[in-house]
């Protein structure tokens, strides 16, 4: 990892990045408890060790980085994202937003915020993503 990824994900621990990270934490959990969540718990596992540490990576769908379909791109991948949705994806979003909101005010938190918006994106739909370094 370069050393501007790491102060950028030292700081972003420091302002906001840790409580998501904790969020995701708990949706993996609750999800893990159910059983029957398990696919969705490991999505969200990966995605909060993603949002703990977000620099010097990224997300991108699964198909693209092995380049071919699989049961998470696939149509049991979108019945998943939806179910997901429902579940638990719209408060993590909500989360990441309003955090996105408090950072833009200042003018230090703007990449933080938008950093925090293209995890609200990734709160919404995340089966079928995978990190990769960027």
């Known amino acids: 990892m370069a050393p501007v990824s790491i102060l950028l994900n ?3 621990i420091l302002i906001g ?13 609750i999800m893990a408890i ?27 769908r699964r198909d693209e980085v092995t ?7 696939g149509p049991l991948g979108l019945l998943g994202n939806i179910v997901w949705l429902l579940l638990a994806g719209w408060w993590l979003a909500l989360g ?25 994106a990734i709160a919404l739909w995340p089966i079928g993503k995978v990190i990769v370094p960027a």
Not at 19 to 26: C, H, I, K, S
Not at 67 to 73: H, L, N, Q
């Open 10 to 12: 030292l700081l972003w």
């Open 96 to 120: 990441h937003v309003v955090t996105a909101v408090i950072l833009a005010i200042t003018i230090i938190g703007i990449p933080f915020a938008w950093a925090h918006l293209k995890l609200a």
């Open 34 to 60: 159910t059983i029957v969540g398990l696919p969705w718990a490991r999505a969200a596992f990966n995605i909060a060790v993603y949002t703990l540490l977000p620099f010097g990576s990224k997300a991108v």
């Open 17 to 29: 990045g840790a409580w998501m990270a904790f969020g995701w934490l708990v949706a993996s959990v």
């Open 67 to 73: 380049g071919e379909s699989d049961i998470g791109t």
